[in-house]
């Protein structure tokens, strides 16, 4: 079997300020430029046999400066919709809802554009993820290239854990992880591993 390859994008500048940036399409900063080109030559040498990406124009950059070639864009690699609390820091939100915790507590409605999602939710998106590599897996490396808070959700589904328990995986921008399998069992074999 081959491994499940996760790029965190490179950074924006909502990412290095701590902002919740779900489905508002924030580009890379000079930084994240320079993140994504960096995350190539990890790639180099692999056998990959498909590739995915968040349909979010930071992702697909992170995708193209990474010369991931052919890769399709996955609806169910968006962000976390963090609803009426996209764009704010965890401090701001815990200003208004003290001790406030985005895993456990989830977030507010927002507008049309942002009407949030819970943790399980996300967590079924990423489980759809899951089952549609798993075929491509049988014949080599599929790369995902996604978000901080997607990703954490779907290493938890990965390892057959809640949704909620993606806390525990601290993910940077301009990162490679890889889920693979020990014995068949799903195991994480990397992670957050900068260039």
């Excluded at 995902?144 to 808070?149: D, I, N, P, R, T």
Aim: hydrophobic share 40%; aromatic share 8%; glycine share 12%.
């Amino acid at each position: 079997m081959g491994d499940l390859i996760l790029l965190r994008h490179g950074q924006t500048e909502w990412s290095a300020t701590g902002q919740h940036t779900g489905r508002t399409d924030i580009p890379l900063t000079a930084r994240g430029v320079a993140d994504a080109i960096e995350l190539g030559p990890m790639l180099a040498g692999r056998p990959i046999v498909a590739a995915f990406s968040s349909p979010a124009a930071r992702a697909m950059r992170t995708a193209e400066l990474a010369g991931i070639a052919g890769f399709k864009q996955d609806p169910d690699l968006w962000e976390w919709d963090y609803g009426g609390y996209e764009g704010m820091t965890s401090t701001q939100i815990q200003l208004e809802r003290p001790g406030w915790d985005l895993w456990r507590d989830g977030i507010i409605p927002g507008d049309a554009a942002h009407p949030g999602e819970t943790v399980d939710e996300v967590g079924t998106r990423t489980d759809r993820v899951i089952a549609r590599t798993l075929p491509y897996l049988v014949d080599g490396d599929v790369v995902l290239v996604a978000h901080g808070h997607v990703l954490r959700v779907l290493t938890a589904r990965w390892l057959g854990l809640p949704a909620a328990y993606g806390r525990l995986f601290r993910l940077d921008t301009g990162t490679m992880s890889t889920l693979s399998f020990e014995h068949e069992d799903p195991v994480i074999a990397t992670w957050n591993v900068r260039p």
